[in-house]
């Protein structure tokens, strides 16, 4: 079991950049895929990006796609999250999630993928 911890969220203007990380413990992290997934009131959650155990594939959301960055350092057993140009419609509480195949081929996208999450960050961008 890993314990993942979020922080960074805040509230920004529309236009505006934020960073959020997620710091992992309890095993192997540099072993399993990891995600950001997002939720807004009312509505499913789902992955904005996830990147993969090596680091050198990453998957992004059509509505985040040049916006944000994922990436990780697997020496500070750390995720990133890199938002620029925020919109309203990124409010959200975002999530980050561990994959739960190590070593796994194909970067994890979808909710059943992966197996721990942490508690959530509140973003809000105002208009």
């Known amino acids: 079991q890993v314990q993942l911890v979020e922080s960074g969220g805040g509230l920004v203007q529309a236009g505006g950049s934020l960073r959020l990380s997620c710091a992992a413990s309890g095993r192997t992290f540099s072993s399993y895929g990891m995600g950001w997934f997002r939720q807004a009131p009312g509505k499913e959650r789902t992955c904005v990006a996830s990147?993969?155990?090596?680091?050198?594939?990453?998957y992004y959301a059509d509505s985040v796609k040049g916006r944000f960055t994922i990436s990780r350092d697997n020496a500070k057993n750390t995720v990133y999250l890199e938002m620029h140009n925020l919109k309203p419609e990124d409010t959200a509480v975002y999530y980050c999630?561990?994959?739960?195949?190590?070593?796994?081929?194909?970067?994890?996208?979808?909710?059943?993928?992966?197996?721990?999450w942490g508690q959530g960050t509140q973003v809000t961008v105002s208009s």
């Open positions: 999630a561990a994959g739960s195949i190590p070593f796994a081929v194909v970067v994890p996208t979808t909710p059943r993928h992966f197996g721990s």
């Open positions: 990147i993969s155990w090596t680091g050198g594939s990453t």
